[in-house]
Protein backbone atom coordinates (compact mmCIF):
# COMPACT_ATOMS: atom_id res chain seq x y z
CA UNK A 1 0.00 0.00 0.00
CA UNK A 2 1.64 3.45 -0.78
CA UNK A 3 -0.90 5.10 1.92
CA UNK A 4 0.73 7.49 4.38
CA UNK A 5 -1.61 8.14 8.22
CA UNK A 6 -0.98 10.67 10.25
CA UNK A 7 -2.80 11.66 13.45
CA UNK A 8 -5.15 14.33 12.67
CA UNK A 9 -4.18 16.53 15.82
CA UNK A 10 -1.72 16.93 17.87
CA UNK A 11 -1.68 19.43 20.90
CA UNK A 12 1.83 20.66 22.78
CA UNK A 13 2.57 23.26 25.74
CA UNK A 14 4.70 26.15 24.32
CA UNK A 15 8.23 25.31 24.88
CA UNK A 16 7.88 21.23 25.40
CA UNK A 17 8.98 18.66 22.56
CA UNK A 18 6.11 17.17 20.21
CA UNK A 19 6.73 14.24 18.03
CA UNK A 20 4.33 13.69 14.71
CA UNK A 21 4.13 10.90 12.79
CA UNK A 22 3.75 9.07 9.98
CA UNK A 23 3.02 5.47 8.91
CA UNK A 24 3.04 3.74 5.65
CA UNK A 25 4.43 0.50 3.92
CA UNK A 26 6.75 2.79 2.02
CA UNK A 27 8.48 4.17 4.27
CA UNK A 28 10.05 0.48 5.23
CA UNK A 29 12.23 1.45 1.92
CA UNK A 30 11.92 5.20 1.03
CA UNK A 31 12.51 8.85 3.22
CA UNK A 32 9.58 10.67 3.81
CA UNK A 33 9.86 14.51 3.62
CA UNK A 34 7.88 17.02 5.79
CA UNK A 35 5.88 19.97 4.90
CA UNK A 36 4.75 23.05 7.12
CA UNK A 37 1.47 24.85 6.10
CA UNK A 38 0.08 27.83 7.48
CA UNK A 39 -3.25 29.22 6.55
CA UNK A 40 -3.55 30.57 3.30
CA UNK A 41 0.16 30.17 2.26
CA UNK A 42 1.86 27.70 0.53
CA UNK A 43 3.44 24.47 2.54
CA UNK A 44 7.54 24.64 3.35
CA UNK A 45 9.68 22.23 3.73
CA UNK A 46 10.92 21.54 7.19
CA UNK A 47 12.69 17.81 6.79
CA UNK A 48 14.07 15.65 4.13
CA UNK A 49 16.09 12.68 3.71
CA UNK A 50 17.16 10.87 7.02
CA UNK A 51 17.29 14.25 8.57
CA UNK A 52 17.78 16.92 6.75
CA UNK A 53 16.34 20.80 7.33
CA UNK A 54 17.13 23.26 4.59
CA UNK A 55 18.63 26.59 5.33
CA UNK A 56 16.64 29.03 7.56
CA UNK A 57 14.50 25.87 9.24
CA UNK A 58 15.33 25.97 13.01
CA UNK A 59 17.24 23.26 14.62
CA UNK A 60 14.17 22.54 16.72
CA UNK A 61 12.84 20.87 13.74
CA UNK A 62 14.69 17.44 13.25
CA UNK A 63 13.63 13.97 11.52
CA UNK A 64 13.85 10.15 12.24
CA UNK A 65 12.78 6.84 10.65
CA UNK A 66 11.95 3.71 11.81
CA UNK A 67 10.88 0.65 10.41
CA UNK A 68 7.25 1.80 8.81
CA UNK A 69 6.85 4.94 10.64
CA UNK A 70 9.10 8.26 10.20
CA UNK A 71 8.76 11.27 12.79
CA UNK A 72 9.21 14.65 12.77
CA UNK A 73 10.06 16.15 16.82
CA UNK A 74 9.87 19.91 17.25
CA UNK A 75 12.05 20.36 20.32
CA UNK A 76 10.88 23.22 22.64
CA UNK A 77 7.84 24.26 20.42
CA UNK A 78 7.19 28.01 19.24
CA UNK A 79 4.00 29.94 19.02
CA UNK A 80 5.12 29.90 15.55
CA UNK A 81 4.76 26.53 15.27
CA UNK A 82 1.55 25.92 15.34
CA UNK A 83 0.24 25.11 12.06
CA UNK A 84 -1.05 21.91 9.44
CA UNK A 85 2.32 19.11 9.00
CA UNK A 86 2.47 16.49 6.05
CA UNK A 87 5.34 13.98 5.60
CA UNK A 88 5.62 12.74 1.51
CA UNK A 89 7.27 10.25 0.22
CA UNK A 90 7.22 7.78 -2.57
CA UNK A 91 6.02 4.80 -3.61
CA UNK A 92 7.79 1.77 -5.55
CA UNK A 93 6.31 2.79 -9.10
CA UNK A 94 7.61 6.52 -8.32
CA UNK A 95 4.42 8.36 -7.34
CA UNK A 96 4.47 10.39 -4.66
CA UNK A 97 1.96 10.37 -1.81
CA UNK A 98 0.78 12.75 1.12
CA UNK A 99 -0.24 11.64 5.07
CA UNK A 100 -3.44 13.29 5.80
CA UNK A 101 -1.73 16.04 7.78
CA UNK A 102 -1.70 16.82 11.66
CA UNK A 103 -2.82 20.05 12.85
CA UNK A 104 -0.28 20.96 16.06
CA UNK A 105 -1.72 23.39 18.21
CA UNK A 106 0.61 25.19 20.61
CA UNK A 107 -0.81 25.78 23.78
CA UNK B 1 16.91 33.49 -5.43
CA UNK B 2 15.32 30.04 -6.52
CA UNK B 3 11.60 31.15 -6.92
CA UNK B 4 8.05 29.80 -9.03
CA UNK B 5 5.73 32.14 -10.09
CA UNK B 6 2.28 30.90 -11.04
CA UNK B 7 -0.45 31.74 -13.20
CA UNK B 8 -3.39 33.39 -12.36
CA UNK B 9 -6.69 32.21 -10.48
CA UNK B 10 -9.47 30.71 -13.07
CA UNK B 11 -12.57 29.95 -13.34
CA UNK B 12 -14.19 27.20 -15.17
CA UNK B 13 -17.52 25.30 -16.11
CA UNK B 14 -17.69 21.76 -15.46
CA UNK B 15 -16.62 19.72 -18.84
CA UNK B 16 -14.30 22.67 -19.94
CA UNK B 17 -10.47 22.50 -19.15
CA UNK B 18 -7.57 24.48 -17.38
CA UNK B 19 -3.95 24.73 -18.25
CA UNK B 20 -1.82 26.46 -15.26
CA UNK B 21 1.28 27.70 -15.48
CA UNK B 22 4.56 27.75 -13.44
CA UNK B 23 7.35 30.22 -14.28
CA UNK B 24 10.82 29.22 -12.81
CA UNK B 25 13.61 31.38 -12.07
CA UNK B 26 17.01 31.29 -9.95
CA UNK B 27 17.61 28.11 -11.42
CA UNK B 28 18.97 25.66 -14.03
CA UNK B 29 15.57 24.87 -15.14
CA UNK B 30 16.64 21.44 -16.91
CA UNK B 31 18.46 20.34 -14.01
CA UNK B 32 15.40 19.43 -11.35
CA UNK B 33 11.83 18.35 -12.50
CA UNK B 34 8.38 19.69 -10.92
CA UNK B 35 6.09 18.40 -8.75
CA UNK B 36 2.09 19.26 -8.84
CA UNK B 37 0.32 19.10 -6.15
CA UNK B 38 -3.67 20.33 -5.16
CA UNK B 39 -5.56 21.22 -2.03
CA UNK B 40 -9.47 21.52 -2.09
CA UNK B 41 -11.03 23.86 0.21
CA UNK B 42 -10.04 22.31 3.91
CA UNK B 43 -8.66 19.28 2.56
CA UNK B 44 -5.32 18.27 2.68
CA UNK B 45 -2.34 17.93 -0.13
CA UNK B 46 -2.77 15.75 -2.98
CA UNK B 47 0.17 14.31 -5.14
CA UNK B 48 -1.20 15.07 -8.97
CA UNK B 49 2.36 14.46 -10.37
CA UNK B 50 5.79 15.37 -11.74
CA UNK B 51 7.63 15.93 -14.78
CA UNK B 52 11.22 16.01 -15.90
CA UNK B 53 12.35 19.18 -17.07
CA UNK B 54 15.46 17.58 -18.35
CA UNK B 55 13.82 15.18 -20.41
CA UNK B 56 9.94 15.23 -20.04
CA UNK B 57 9.26 12.09 -18.37
CA UNK B 58 6.02 11.98 -16.61
CA UNK B 59 4.70 10.71 -13.81
CA UNK B 60 0.65 11.05 -12.78
CA UNK B 61 -1.15 9.85 -9.78
CA UNK B 62 -3.28 7.20 -10.87
CA UNK B 63 -6.77 8.89 -10.49
CA UNK B 64 -5.80 11.92 -12.93
CA UNK B 65 -4.66 9.58 -15.49
CA UNK B 66 -6.20 10.67 -18.45
CA UNK B 67 -7.33 13.92 -17.61
CA UNK B 68 -3.89 15.33 -16.60
CA UNK B 69 -1.07 16.62 -18.63
CA UNK B 70 2.44 17.96 -17.78
CA UNK B 71 4.67 19.79 -20.00
CA UNK B 72 7.41 22.38 -19.91
CA UNK B 73 8.79 24.86 -22.40
CA UNK B 74 12.92 25.01 -21.71
CA UNK B 75 13.01 27.95 -23.97
CA UNK B 76 11.13 30.18 -21.31
CA UNK B 77 11.83 27.99 -18.19
CA UNK B 78 7.93 27.33 -17.46
CA UNK B 79 5.97 24.11 -16.47
CA UNK B 80 2.52 23.95 -17.09
CA UNK B 81 -0.39 21.38 -15.71
CA UNK B 82 -3.41 20.94 -18.09
CA UNK B 83 -6.32 19.44 -16.36
CA UNK B 84 -9.55 18.16 -18.52
CA UNK B 85 -12.77 17.22 -17.96
CA UNK B 86 -13.15 19.24 -14.92
CA UNK B 87 -15.46 18.65 -11.98
CA UNK B 88 -17.01 20.48 -9.09
CA UNK B 89 -14.42 18.45 -6.92
CA UNK B 90 -11.32 19.70 -9.37
CA UNK B 91 -12.16 23.15 -6.90
CA UNK B 92 -9.05 23.64 -5.57
CA UNK B 93 -5.73 25.49 -5.09
CA UNK B 94 -2.70 23.73 -7.15
CA UNK B 95 0.80 24.24 -6.59
CA UNK B 96 3.74 23.63 -8.16
CA UNK B 97 7.35 22.83 -6.50
CA UNK B 98 10.68 22.00 -7.45
CA UNK B 99 11.36 18.50 -7.36
CA UNK B 100 15.02 17.35 -6.24
CA UNK B 101 15.61 13.83 -6.18
CA UNK B 102 18.67 12.16 -4.12
CA UNK B 103 20.06 9.07 -5.67
CA UNK B 104 20.86 6.10 -2.96
CA UNK B 105 23.55 4.48 -5.24
CA UNK B 106 24.05 2.15 -2.14
CA UNK B 107 20.78 0.98 -2.05
CA UNK B 108 19.78 1.34 -5.63
CA UNK B 109 16.73 3.44 -5.42
CA UNK B 110 16.14 7.33 -5.03
CA UNK B 111 14.23 9.70 -2.63
CA UNK B 112 12.60 13.23 -3.71
CA UNK B 113 11.95 16.15 -2.00
CA UNK B 114 9.82 19.48 -2.98
CA UNK B 115 12.31 22.44 -1.89
CA UNK B 116 10.58 25.40 -3.62
CA UNK B 117 7.24 25.93 -4.30
CA UNK B 118 4.77 28.46 -6.17
CA UNK B 119 2.09 30.40 -4.24
CA UNK B 120 -0.68 28.68 -5.85
CA UNK B 121 -3.20 29.13 -8.33
CA UNK B 122 -6.66 28.81 -6.85
CA UNK B 123 -9.11 26.83 -9.80
CA UNK B 124 -12.45 27.26 -9.21
CA UNK B 125 -15.14 24.73 -11.31
CA UNK B 126 -18.86 26.13 -10.82
CA UNK B 127 -21.77 26.18 -13.41
Known amino acids: SSELTQDPAVSVALGQTVRITCQGD??????ASWYQQKPGQAPVLVIY???NRPSGIPDRFSGSSSGNTASLTITGAQAEDEADYYCNSRDSSGKGVFGGGTKLTVL | QVQLVQSGAEVKKPGASVKVSCKAS????????ISWVRQAPGQGLEWMGWISAYNGNTNYAQKLQGRVTMTTDTSTSTAYMELRSLRSDDTAVYYCARRIVVVVAARGYYYYYMDVWGKGTTVTVSS
Open chain 2, 26 to 33: GYTFTSYG
Open chain 1, 26 to 31: SLRSYY
Open chain 1, 49 to 51: GKN
